[in-house]
């Protein structure tokens, strides 16, 4: 479907009876626990929250809104009927035909249906979730961040958390070496701010976009374009000249400054590893010039809770099997990324064949951030950790299946950087290699296993798979 804004795609949810309307919780831990809590249901629904305690009615929030399958599958335009390799398989081929469909520009939109500048900015009529209990303060964590690189011109839309400070104030956290980073270290070595336009709320596609690793001078406006089916429809910000989100919710407009000009305490924050692996530590601040918003504004809220993922299809599993594959690596049967875990699944054609997709794989954008790389054989799946760890436990020779790779580019967040390594921004870890593959040398005589076969399976499915229906 074509999701014209974010009140579309939520109408539908409430059609499709995805939605649950939650009234008078509060943003101090409430919001949080209500979220995690609707996670964990076997329905996951997306959860809309009004009458938030201590802001005006109809100033929402909107949670849980990709957690769950068929609803990722109605954004990427995937059929429900397929099992999760064939949806992955499928998005994976689908993205080798990706063509940008640049952003619309349009005069205005209803995200300026109210405008407000300078002394007039007030960021707390919004409400901020203070998601986690041990939580440094109030954040908002499910943002699309217009930045555009001084001397390319590339257009760039990333995906960051921002912590509140005051009215006009709030700090970022942005990883090193992403897009955004390396834009505004530019502005800030020519002795300048960093213009950018914050989206609140948006329709899903483009804050999916927002989230996905493209290579350098891809925007991700282009990309979104591309995934819906149609332009993003964006107007000239009033105080940036950005191109902003014509029906975002929210945009905040203001600039990031230089480390000289202003720093603050950012953090900790629970992240998306389950653990406050990054702890509190001063970054650059960002002062906002001003606010946009439509009446009853939607406020998008993603916070990082264990088993709430971002999903199949937007996994970095995906990226990593195009760009295997754009290697020249042949047979590859699947891949999944979960957890800093990358897991490749091949039919072995060669000697070294594990090892090359192995180090492929970390050689790539998508496969950072990792702990383990684990290749197995086409027989397994990828996607049922249960089938991995029994090739791990019954294929992979502890003496000579296991590599370190080390020096591998990491990020601070990371819980198991050591502290000495943040201090003096080390951010590179090291990535164990398994090869839980039969050896190939002697391929043809490793035990057979007890599995039935495919075929079998299936014969015995369709004659007596009545008697099992759930």
């Not at 949670?63 to 954004?75: C, G, I, P, Q, Y």
């Not at 992979?396 to 580019?409: N, Q, Y």
Request: aromatic share 10%; hydrophobic share 40%; charged share 25%.
């Amino acid at each position: 479907m074509i999701f014209t804004d974010l009140r579309h795609y939520i109408s539908t949810l409430e059609k499709l009876g995805q939605l649950t309307v939650i009234e008078g919780a509060s943003c101090d831990l409430e919001i949080g626990a209500i979220t995690e809590m609707a996670t964990s249901r076997p329905n996951s629904p997306a959860v809309l929250f009004d009458s938030i305690r201590g802001y005006k009615k109809g100033f929402r929030i909107l949670t849980n809104f990709l957690a769950h399958k068929s609803r990722e599958r109605l954004v990427y335009g995937v059929a429900e009927d397929l099992s999760d390799s064939e949806a992955v398989r499928y998005w994976k081929d689908k993205l080798k035909e990706f063509k940008p469909l640049e952003p619309c520009h349009v005069d205005s939109g209803p995200v300026k249906e109210n405008v407000l500048v300078e002394d007039d900015v007030d960021l707390a009529k919004f409400p901020w979730p203070r998601w986690h209990e041990r939580d440094g303060g109030p954040y908002i964590c499910a943002t699309s961040a217009i930045t555009h690189d001084p001397d390319s011109g590339f257009l760039n839309v990333g995906s960051y958390r921002y912590m509140l400070l005051n009215k006009n104030t709030m700090v970022a956290h942005i990883g090193s070496g992403h897009h955004g980073d390396v834009i505004r270290k530019k502005y800030w070595a020519k002795g300048k701010s960093c213009p950018v336009a914050v989206s609140l709320g948006q329709e899903p596609a483009l804050f999916e976009a927002a989230g996905t690793n493209l290579s350098w001078g891809v925007s991700e406006y282009g990309f979104a374009g591309w995934m819906r089916g149609a332009p993003v429809e964006v107007t000239k910000g009033v105080v940036t000249d950005l191109p902003i989100p014509a029906r975002a919710e929210v945009v905040l407009e203001g600039e990031m400054l230089p480390p000289e000009h202003g720093m603050q305490v950012e953090g900790p924050f629970g992240e998306m590893s389950g653990y406050y692996g990054g702890g509190a530590r001063p970054a650059p601040v960002t002062v906002i010039k001003s606010v946009l918003y439509r009446n009853d504004p939607i406020v998008l809220g993603l916070p990082p809770f264990l088993g709430a993922s971002r999903g199949l299809l937007s996994s970095r599993g995906i990226l990593i099997w195009n760009e295997l594959e754009a290697l020249g690596i042949p047979n590859i049967i699947g891949v999944n990324y979960s957890w800093g875990m990358t897991i490749i699944a091949i039919k072995q054609a060669y000697p070294g064949h594990a090892m090359r997709a192995a180090h492929g794989a970390l050689g790539g954008t998508a496969g950072y951030h990792g702990r383990f790389v684990i290749v197995v054989d086409d027989d397994i799946d990828p996607f049922d950790l249960d089938d991995v760890l029994w090739a791990v436990a019954t294929r992979c020779d502890p003496e000579t299946s296991l590599d370190v790779c080390r020096r591998i580019w990491s990020y601070k967040i990371d819980p198991r950087l050591p502290k000495d390594k943040k201090e003096t921004g080390d951010y590179t870890g090291a990535v164990a290699i398994i090869d839980a593959c039969k050896p190939y040398h002697w391929i043809d005589e490793f035990p057979r296993t007890t599995k039935i076969s495919e075929e079998l399976l299936k014969a015995t499915e369709e004659k007596w798979g009545k008697f099992f229906k759930e």
